[in-house]
């Protein structure tokens, strides 16, 4: 069974990079049959799809983050990357891992970013 | 469009049926999946493709669609199914793979 669980500073400084790891267990990062995304939550907010990977590195962005994101893969450490640059408040949310097929399934448990000085 | 259009807040009694709605273009190709999200938690999987449910999912949950409206439906609504709901796609309009709805809080009275 797949689980996933994110990684990476808690605290960014503004205009810096946040970069976050997502490290999956149970299963293969190079299975053909799954993508693999971050979605974020701001506070008290909904759901935002930030972006995805194929293990063959295809990558698909949300176009209001593209400029801003980088998503990567190391099949070696069966783990997925997150890096979005510039960083003001706004970004400031929870940041989720998840296995995605047609739908997004499981999901990591989530990790608080704040953005702040 | 690339969006999908939720109410904000649903509220049903204690054992009643509730449906929430989800609209939006890419709903007339692609089916939507819905998840289930509690204060502090990640969300959960509750309905996926045309109407099913992952393993651990009551089957007071079920899934429909209509044209470019998707529904999940809780028949006999109980306390710990207040969360809020969210559903998501692929999107049609080719600029980003998937979309979320903007979710709807249930409340069970």
């Known amino acids: 069974q797949l689980q996933l669980q994110e990684s990476g500073p808690g605290l960014v400084k503004p205009s810096e990079t946040l970069s976050l790891t997502c490290t999956v267990s149970?299963?293969?990062?190079?299975?053909?049959?799954?993508?693999w995304g971050w979605i974020r939550q701001p506070p008290g907010k909904g759901l935002e799809w930030i972006g995805s990977?194929?293990?063959?590195?295809?990558?698909y962005y949300n176009p209001s983050l593209k400029s801003r994101v980088t998503i990567s893969v190391d099949t070696s450490k069966n783990q997925f990357s997150l890096k979005l640059s510039s960083v003001t408040a706004a970004d400031t949310a929870v940041y989720y891992c998840?296995?995605?097929?047609?739908?997004?399934?499981?999901w990591g448990q989530g990790t608080l970013v704040t953005v702040s000085s | 469009s690339s969006e999908l259009t939720q109410d904000p807040a649903v509220s049903v009694a204690l054992g009643q049926t509730v449906r929430i709605t989800c609209q939006g273009d890419?709903?007339?190709?692609?089916?939507a999946s819905w998840y289930q999200q509690k204060p502090g938690q990640a969300p959960v999987l509750v309905i996926y493709?045309?109407?099913n449910r992952p393993s651990g999912i009551p089957d007071r949950f079920s899934g429909s669609s209509s044209g470019n409206t998707a529904s999940l439906t809780i028949t006999g609504a109980q306390a710990e199914d207040e969360a809020d709901y969210y559903c998501?796609?692929?999107?049609?309009?080719?600029?980003?793979?998937?979309?979320f709805g903007g979710g709807t809080k249930l409340t069970v009275l």
């Open positions: 998840a296995t995605i097929s047609d739908w997004f399934d499981p």
């Open positions: 149970g299963g293969s990062i190079s299975s053909s049959s799954y993508y």
């Open positions: 990977i194929y293990y063959s590195g295809s990558t």
């Open positions: 890419s709903l007339r190709s692609y089916y």
């Open positions: 493709g045309k109407n």
């Open positions: 998501n796609s692929r999107d049609s309009s080719g600029n980003h793979p998937w979309v």
